[in-house]
């Protein structure tokens, strides 16, 4: 598991990438021919309501840490995945390498049981070049961008977490 130290928190305060007001300010090509990952409620049915389908979708059932009044379901399988606030457990980040698998054939919708911020980290490090993450940046919008963009941002940013019985840290490269 790995423990996010206080001092690595500014790292999620500022965006990994474009920060947009509404998904409706996105351009609807950025969605053509990219594999769509969504992490975050609010997110997941914002894009469901604008008819484009992640690929996969991690949720918590929560809306800034308050339980989330969407019903999110689509025409994916669903997994589950226990994980803290603060942390990337092992199950967490096993359970979103299993999505990248099954992804290849059907969507796939996370049900993390506590919180799911945290999970671009792995998915940015486990996705393929032609991905696209999308999260909610608390009270300011959306967040989207390119995975191989944030690739090395987001392997500095593990420096900033602390090792709890060592992680199985797959990477895709």
């Known amino acids: 598991m790995l423990i996010l130290k206080k001092e690595g928190r500014k790292y999620f305060k500022k965006p990994l990438g474009k920060l947009y ?7 609807n090509d950025m969605f053509q021919n990219h594999f769509i990952i969504s992490v975050g409620d609010a ?4 894009l469901l309501d604008s008819s484009i ?10 809306i800034e840490r308050r ?6 379901e689509y025409n994916a399988i669903t ?24 992804a290849r054939k059907s ?3 996370i049900v993390v049981n506590g919180e799911e911020d945290l999970a671009v980290i792995p998915s940015a490090l486990l996705s393929d070049k032609d991905s696209i993450i999308l999260y909610g940046q608390p009270g300011e919008g959306v967040v989207v961008v390119e995975a191989d963009e ?10 900033y977490f602390e090792m709890n019985d060592e992680p199985k840290i797959l990477l895709n490269f």
């Not at 007001?21 to 351009?27: C, E």
């Open 21 to 27: 007001s509404s998904l409706n300010d996105v351009d």
């Open 43 to 46: 997110t997941t049915k914002n």
């Open 53 to 62: 389908i992640p690929e996969i979708g991690i949720i918590d059932n929560k």
């Open 67 to 72: 339980v989330s009044k969407h019903n999110i």
């Open 79 to 102: 997994l589950t995945a226990d994980n803290p606030p603060g942390t990337i457990t092992d199950e967490l980040w096993d359970t979103i390498g299993e999505a990248f698998q099954i």
């Open 107 to 109: 969507n796939v919708l």
């Open 150 to 159: 944030i690739k090395n941002k987001v392997e500095e940013i593990l420096s």
